[in-house]
């Protein structure tokens, strides 16, 4: 963790973490993170501040509509369904809590479109607890390193949460993402590059760079 913490930091970091080094707010990272599901973060960051710029509250938000919030954040995958979900998510945050993003796991998965990776990261990148993000990039690197052996992200973040120090936590997502789109790709990764490759397992690599 330390020589990537090094190493990763030369590298364009993952978009919500841009927003939160501008200290953006919860909420923000809420929609910017339901924005950037199934969509690259090259996108997601030039299509988020276009849809702050005009509104970047549960109330101004909820007032453009969903077919205004689906035209200023095409083209991200499945935009209507995001602007469905974002509507949604406004007016719960307005008629249950105030307009406040709540910093609880069990609640922020109530919310429509909300799953544990979006959760976990408003919890660690929104308010700064301790929460593990996995996400993808995350699962597929921990299984390649051999430190964990799942099938999918939810039972990667169970493991984890069980033997990674708690130091790590708020930290992993970053530095493993930053990682994945860099160099550990999902085919033919950059091993040669790979500041941990000594470390790595390799485990389901069946070729390299």
């Given at each position: 963790?330390?020589?990537?913490?090094?190493?990763?930091?030369?590298?364009?970091?993952?978009?919500?973490d841009q927003m939160e080094a501008d200290?953006?707010?919860?909420?923000?990272v809420l929609i910017a993170t339901i924005l950037s599901l199934r969509t690259k973060d090259t996108l997601t960051a030039v299509v988020a501040p276009r849809l702050f710029a005009v509104a970047d509250t549960p109330t101004t938000l909820l007032a453009l509509g969903e077919a205004r919030i689906a035209e200023l954040i095409y083209p991200v995958g499945f935009y209507r369904a995001?602007?469905?979900?974002?509507?949604?998510?406004?007016?719960?945050?307005?008629?249950?809590?105030?307009?406040?993003?709540?910093a609880n796991l069990d609640q922020l998965l109530a919310l429509p479109?909300?799953?544990r990776k979006t959760a976990n990261l408003v919890l660690s990148a929104?308010?700064?607890?301790?929460a593990i993000c996995v996400d993808i990039h995350v699962h597929r690197i921990c299984n390649r390193w051999g430190y964990v052996q799942t099938r999918d992200p939810d039972a990667t973040e169970m493991v984890l949460r069980g033997q990674l120090p708690a130091d790590y936590w708020l930290?992993?997502?970053r530095l493993l993402v930053t990682?994945?789109?860099?160099?550990?790709?999902?085919?033919?990764?950059?091993c040669s590059q790979c500041p941990v490759a000594l470390f790595c397992g390799r485990n389901g690599v069946q070729r390299s760079r």
């Open positions: 963790m330390a020589l990537l913490e090094r190493e990763m930091a030369r590298y364009t970091q993952p978009v919500i200290g953006t707010t919860p909420f923000h995001k602007a469905r979900s974002i509507t949604q998510i406004c007016r719960i945050l307005l008629e249950t809590y105030a307009g406040e993003v709540p479109g909300v799953g929104g308010f700064g607890l301790p930290r992993i997502n990682l994945g789109q860099q160099i550990c790709h999902p085919t033919s990764p950059r």
